[in-house]
């Protein structure tokens, strides 16, 4: 039984990862009132940036710092489009995922050619800590995109709620004409959420590319942005609450595969609804108490009268 | 994304200046595939296999193009009718997903061929005279391989990673699992259905369940299965390729590779539509056809025990 | 510019922001208010908008420790005006000086950093945040990147004390009566060191009592050296808080006096550019035969729970009858029920004698109701529609606007552009979208299509609610010149003067049922206002527990 726990949890943990990373950017740049449709293609272009340069270079630190570079840019387009221009976020959004899906094709046959492997991020054991029976090696033997993910949950928590920074961002996200009328620039502080968020999907394509699955091909993401996006609604905008989303979907697919494993006599296509299906019967029955949206999400903001 | 790429340059200037003596204008044949053509699996092999009947029949006889990467079956219906208006003799969708609208697509353009497969049974109860259909027995080729992987696991534990259950995939899975069983009773066959053929986290984490569950030898479908190979290697575990020569993916993982020829059902279809007969026929490969056929890498199947030979690790003479 | 070269640009700017902010911290000038702004003049000020000139040479001026009110008509460039002083718009002529130095002011951080704060009409606040954190926004922190709340939180507790404006630090925004909300904005504003206040019709959403603490307020700190500057049209407000007056007229300067020399009327005639009746000529007209009866009425409110609870009122030909109450207590659906947008349970109503109880909504308008609805907004006009379609609205199926299926639009246009003169509709075109006049141009399109069609019966539900003087008066005259013609008036008003003034005899409504018709001669607001509480002496006080019954649903 503990084996089976450890497996399902040690799973979960793994796929939880880049979920946790473009969510919780996601839940700065939605904070701020930005929504960002297009994480899945970030996540796409920052797992081929990864892997690219972890291949020629040798370096999968490069590599993950290559693949938040390239996040950071298209979150810095789609800032540009969705602030400075005030297109239709939605629209926008989905127009980055359509360019980031074409180009990250279009790289993946000029420099890669086929379907490559790399020797991946490996685990890192927390002197101590990873001796611990049980919990030991399935929390402290991760490779160093899981702790960090896992890190950034409190880091995001206290930004939002601890700093000035992270006023303005609610403020921003929930009154933009109120936070301007204090000097916030409302529209740098959304650039800058906007920006992070994407740097956030571009390493959350990295901990896919060169550290889960060790290769790159096009569409590797598989739509796993969106679920990140669903995610953030699913958390309320919170953090701490995005992470339990986020675990709670990860372990319910780990916990489905290993049904399958075992061979338990319920049809494939059943346990494979369960996340969908958990998800949504959670977000039914969840209260609805103060996780509503911020009040400027998808607005545009416009200094009028 | 549609990407229309036209391989090859068109002959029409010089079959022009030469005159009519060759048999007239390259037969075109138009691909519409799912994945890229470098995926390792499915779409891959088909385009490969065109690239060799180019070679076979000669480019002033035949011409292939291809639209790669088509998630999106709206798409694929525009870059099919796209083909059938440039001219194109057969245009081919590679995978089940694509039948309706091929089905609708050859209805207005009756003087095209339209081929789907796998798996192609089902289309062909519409009685279209202009549409193909094409199969891939993979129950006898998932047997063979099934029945030595039974054999060589020490664990006794083998497993499976599959994407929907139709078709080929469906075939493979069950004729593996049955050629195991049929080798070792007591082989515990495990399998997993991961709904998507493009899914390679869920592949991935599939693997890591199976490695850790104690199989020893994995297999399975799709393109989102290169993952999958990826935890065997990292565990050492085997990896039994499916549908091309998997093994330059990893050397010394992939024991073996069951492999796809489609030219054998492509071949008759070019064949027909130069007869003039421009659909009707169901293809299917086989391991009596040839279509079908296992080819074992033995960097992998032995490299291990000739390395322990080599460095004297393993006596072989004690 | 590039957006790339503005985000670096801001990064920036950020630094050097940070390092000014952090010094004018240490010096102190975030908290203790020794005010540092003496003079302040804005010296011809012309702001343009497309198609409208909103100030136009304007020029004004605020002395240290004064209350100085800055009145005028809607659209006369009050609100214009300070927020060029607040730095939210940039003037295109004309310049601002502050302690005799010009300074441009580019935006609200430049206002702040000079010591100006400002109180928007409607809030400007984040209501998901704290007091503490709606205080503390924008502001650099003492602790750098960590916020900085409790130190916040014990400034405002000062401040609190000091100014008495009571609210809690730590408190959600949104939880608070809109009283509180106005305290906050004020600590938001001494906090930032404001020396000047700008306070937009601050008392426009407030109770009397919240009004009281607020002028308290604004007093304790005029004492302490701090100049306010009051937006209203409220005049008997303005008498009574500021020491000197500014009066804006289209855009200009109509004058600035000292209030103690000047009289409400004498603000009013500035204001509007020409004598205005504050107190209205009500000659006596002779009553005539009841048009208008309620014999028993019961009907449900939005909710389903009863709201009118057995009504009986008449009214006659030439006679104003006025409808008193705190909002709530079935004012809304006595209107509805006689102009048929409501179904009643029991009871009937009775028009010239007839029946009418079932009829509907447009046999009744045949029939001589007109109705100038509560909402004006949603009920009383299409919002999309031209003014001509909009006067046109109830009238369209009648010669000479219409024949057969046909409309005849040179009839209407006539009838439109008479409308428009005789109502004085400041409108650019009879084709205008009405969504984009002003609400007094609004209500008077609404009377104008309401009163044109002689009516038997009007009904007027809060007639004059948001409008100006010169609107206000404008359409009190109105409804007196109907009741001299003899219709039947139900005027529906929370204005207890308005009541007061306008009817010839006054219905109480309390929780759905009328408690008391007095004569105009007879009564006085306190006993009207007793009635409005749910009676006698002793019931007053039970009423501020009692349960509103039926709060609108608008």
């Known amino acids: 039984m503990t084996a089976v726990i450890v497996g399902i949890v040690s799973s979960s943990l793994r796929l939880v990862t880049p979920y946790l990373f473009a969510a919780i950017g996601e839940t700065l740049s939605q904070a701020s009132g930005v929504l960002n449709l297009g994480l899945d293609g970030i996540m796409l272009i920052g797992a081929y940036a990864a892997f690219y340069v972890g291949i020629t270079t040798g370096s999968l630190a490069l590599g993950v710092i290559a693949a938040g570079l390239a996040g950071g840019l298209l979150g810095f387009i789609m800032a540009f489009v969705s602030v400075s221009m005030r297109a239709d976020q939605g629209v926008s959004g989905i127009a980055l995922y359509l360019f980031c899906l074409g180009l990250s094709e279009m790289l993946f046959n000029q420099t890669l050619g086929g379907v490559r492997t790399i020797s991946g991020l490996q685990p890192i054991n927390i002197p101590g800590l990873s001796k611990i029976p049980v919990l030991g090696p399935i929390l402290f033997h991760q490779n160093i995109l899981v702790y960090i993910a896992f890190a950034l949950v409190p880091?995001?928590?206290?930004?939002?709620?601890?700093?000035?920074?992270?006023?303005?961002?609610?403020?921003?996200?929930?009154?933009?004409?109120?936070?301007?009328?204090?000097?916030?620039?409302?529209?740098?502080?959304?650039?800058?959420?906007?920006t992070l968020g994407g740097v956030f999907a571009g390493i959350a394509g990295a901990s896919l590319s060169i550290a889960l699955l060790n290769l790159f091909q096009p569409n590797l993401t598989n739509g796993m942005g969106f679920i990140a996006v669903a995610l953030v609604y699913f958390g309320g905008w919170r953090p701490v609450r995005v992470l339990l989303g986020a675990l709670l979907f990860s372990t319910v697919n780990a916990l489905q595969i290993w049904a399958q494993v075992e061979g338990i006599g319920i049809s494939p296509y059943l346990t494979l609804m369960l996340p969908y299906v958990i998800t949504i019967v959670v977000l039914a029955t969840m209260k609805r108490r103060n996780s509503q949206a911020p009040s400027a999400l998808t607005k545009p903001f416009e200094r009028g009268q | 994304m549609k990407k229309v790429q036209v391989l090859l340059a068109i002959l029409g200037m010089a079959l022009l200046t030469v005159g009519f003596s060759a048999l007239g204008a390259p037969l075109k044949i138009a691909i519409i595939l799912p994945s890229s053509i470098n995926d390792g699996e499915w779409s891959q092999g088909l385009y490969q296999d065109l690239l060799a009947l180019v070679d076979e029949y000669g480019e002033d006889n035949l011409e292939v193009a291809y639209s790669e990467n088509m998630w999106n079956i709206a798409d694929a219906d525009v870059a099919a009718r796209d083909y059938a208006a440039e001219g194109y003799a057969l245009i081919i969708g590679h995978g089940g997903q694509f039948g309706n609208i091929l089905i609708e697509a050859a209805r207005d353009f009756p003087g095209t061929s339209f081929a789907i497969g796998t798996d192609g049974t089902p289309f062909m109860a519409y009685g279209?005279?202009?549409?193909?259909?094409?199969?891939?027995?993979?129950?006898?080729?998932?047997?063979?391989?099934?029945?030595?992987?039974?054999?060589?696991?020490?664990?006794?534990t083998v497993g499976l990673i599959n994407p929907i259950q139709s078709g080929d995939v469906a075939g493979y899975e069950a004729g593996f699992t049955a050629g195991a069983k049929a080798a070792n009773p007591n082989i515990e066959v495990l399998s997993v259905w991961t709904g998507s053929y493009s899914d390679s986290a869920l592949a991935s984490e599939a693997a890591q369940t199976m490695v850790a569950a104690g199989a020893d030898i994995l297999t399975?479908?799709?393109?989102?299965?290169?993952?999958?190979?990826?935890?065997?290697?990292?565990?050492?575990?085997?990896?039994?390729?499916?549908?091309?020569?998997?093994?330059?993916?990893?050397?010394?993982?992939?024991?073996?590779?069951?492999?796809?020829?489609?030219?054998?059902?492509?071949?008759?279809?070019?064949?027909?539509?130069?007869?003039?007969?421009?659909?009707?026929?169901?293809?299917?490969?086989?391991?009596a056809n040839g279509g079908l056929y296992v080819e074992v890498h033995e960097a992998a199947l032995f490299g291990k025990t000739i390395q322990g030979i080599i460095d004297g690790s393993i006596n072989s003479y004690p | 510019m590039t957006a790339a070269s503005i985000h670096i640009r801001s990064f920036l700017q950020e630094g050097t922001r940070f390092i000014a902010g952090a010094l004018h911290f240490l010096k102190g000038t975030g908290m203790k208010s020794e005010p540092v702004l003496s003079t302040l003049e804005m010296?011809?000020?012309?702001?343009?908008?497309?198609?409208?000139?909103?100030?136009?040479?304007?020029?004004?001026?605020?002395?240290?420790?004064?209350?100085?009110?800055?009145?005028?008509?809607?659209?006369?460039?009050?609100?214009?005006?300070?927020?060029?002083?607040?730095?939210?718009?940039?003037?295109?002529?004309?310049?601002?000086?502050?302690?005799?130095?010009?300074?441009?002011?580019?935006?609200?951080?430049?206002?702040?950093?000079?010591?100006?704060?400002?109180?928007?009409?409607?809030?400007?606040?984040?209501?998901?945040?704290?007091?503490?954190?709606?205080?503390?926004?924008?502001?650099?922190?003492?602790?750098?990147?960590?916020?900085?709340?409790?130190?916040?939180?014990?400034?405002?507790?000062?401040?609190?004390?000091?100014?008495?404006?009571?609210?809690?630090?730590?408190?959600?925004?949104?939880?608070?009566?809109?009283?509180?909300?106005?305290?906050?904005?004020?600590?938001?504003a001494l906090y930032r060191g404001a020396d000047l206040l700008i306070l937009d019709e601050p008392t426009a959403v407030l109770t009397p009592q919240d009004v009281d603490e607020l002028f308290n307020t604004l007093r304790t700190m005029s004492e302490e050296g701090h100049s306010l500057v009051f937006i209203s049209h409220k005049l008997p407000e303005v008498l009574r808080l500021s020491a000197r007056a500014t009066v804006l007229r289209d855009g200009r300067v109509a004058g600035s006096v000292m209030t103690n020399a000047v009289s409400q009327a004498d603000l009013a005639c500035m204001m509007v550019g020409r004598e205005v009746l504050l107190r209205i000529d009500h000659p006596d007209v002779e009553r005539g035969d009841v048009r208008l009866m309620l014999d028993g009425v019961h009907a449900d409110g939005d909710r389903g729970f009863p709201s009118l609870c057995g009504i009986d009122l008449e009214v006659h030909a030439g006679e104003i009858l006025g409808i008193a109450g705190v909002s709530g207590n079935g004012q809304r659906e006595l209107a509805e029920v006689i102009a048929g947008t409501r179904s009643i349970s029991a009871g009937t109503v009775t028009l010239n004698g007839e029946d009418m109880t079932q009829w509907s909504t447009h046999r009744r308008l045949e029939a001589g109701i007109a109705h100038i609805p509560e909402e004006r907004m949603v009920d009383g006009a299409v919002q999309e529609f031209s003014v001509e379609e909009n006067l046109i609205l109830k009238n369209h199926g009648h010669a000479p606007y219409s024949r057969g299926i046909f409309m005849n639009f040179k009839a209407i246009a006539a009838m439109a552009d008479r409308l428009i003169q005789r109502y004085d509709i400041k409108t650019p075109s009879r084709q205008t979208q009405i969504g984009s006049l002003s609400g007094g141009n609004m209500q008077k399109l609404i009377l104008a299509r309401e009163i044109s069609r002689n009516p038997d019966v009007l009904i007027a539900a809060q007639p004059t609610r948001g409008l100006d003087i010169g609107a206000t008066e404008f359409v009190h005259q109105q409804i007196v010149a109907q009741r001299a013609?003899?219709?039947?008036?139900?005027?529906?008003?929370?204005?207890?003067?308005?009541?007061?003034?306008?009817?010839?005899?006054?219905?109480?409504?309390?929780?759905?049922?009328?408690?008391?018709?007095?004569?105009?001669?007879?009564?006085?607001?306190?006993?009207?206002?007793?009635?409005?509480?749910?009676?006698?002496?002793e019931a007053a006080g039970a009423r501020s527990l009692a349960p509103v019954s039926e709060p609108s649903a608008g």
């Open chain 1, 155 to 194: 880091i995001a928590w206290f930004v939002l709620n601890k700093t000035p920074f992270g006023l303005k961002i609610r403020a921003v996200g929930e009154n933009p004409h109120a936070a301007d009328s204090l000097g916030v620039r409302v529209r740098r502080v959304r650039y800058q959420t906007v």
């Open chain 2, 128 to 156: 279209l005279a202009n549409f193909f259909g094409y199969d891939a027995s993979a129950d006898e080729v998932g047997y063979v391989v099934g029945g030595l992987a039974a054999r060589l696991s020490e664990s006794g």
């Open chain 2, 220 to 287: 399975g479908t799709s393109q989102a299965v290169v993952a999958a190979m990826g935890v065997a290697r990292d565990n050492g575990a085997l990896w039994f390729g499916m549908r091309i020569n998997q093994s330059y993916l990893a050397p010394a993982t992939v024991a073996l590779s069951s492999v796809y020829d489609w030219k054998v059902c492509i071949r008759p279809m070019i064949e027909s539509i130069r007869a003039g007969v421009l659909g009707g026929e169901l293809y299917d490969l086989n391991l």
């Open chain 3, 43 to 188: 010296k011809g000020i012309v702001k343009r908008f497309p198609g409208v000139l909103a100030n136009d040479g304007v020029d004004f001026d605020v002395r240290a420790g004064e209350i100085h009110a800055l009145l005028g008509e809607n659209g006369a460039g009050k609100s214009t005006l300070m927020k060029v002083l607040y730095g939210m718009y940039s003037p295109d002529e004309g310049q601002i000086l502050i302690n005799g130095k010009p300074v441009t002011l580019r935006s609200p951080l430049d206002a702040i950093s000079h010591g100006i704060g400002m109180i928007h009409q409607h809030f400007m606040l984040v209501p998901t945040l704290t007091v503490a954190e709606n205080v503390a926004l924008g502001l650099s922190s003492s602790r750098r990147i960590v916020l900085d709340l409790d130190r916040v939180t014990e400034k405002v507790h000062e401040l609190s004390e000091a100014y008495r404006l009571r609210v809690d630090p730590s408190e959600e925004v949104w939880r608070l009566s809109v009283g509180e909300q106005q305290r906050v904005e004020i600590l938001k």
């Open chain 3, 485 to 537: 013609d003899g219709t039947a008036i139900l005027l529906i008003s929370e204005d207890l003067d308005e009541v007061l003034s306008l009817s010839d005899r006054i219905a109480v409504m309390y929780e759905g049922s009328v408690v008391g018709v007095v004569d105009r001669k007879s009564a006085t607001a306190n006993e009207v206002g007793r009635m409005m509480a749910g009676g006698g002496c």
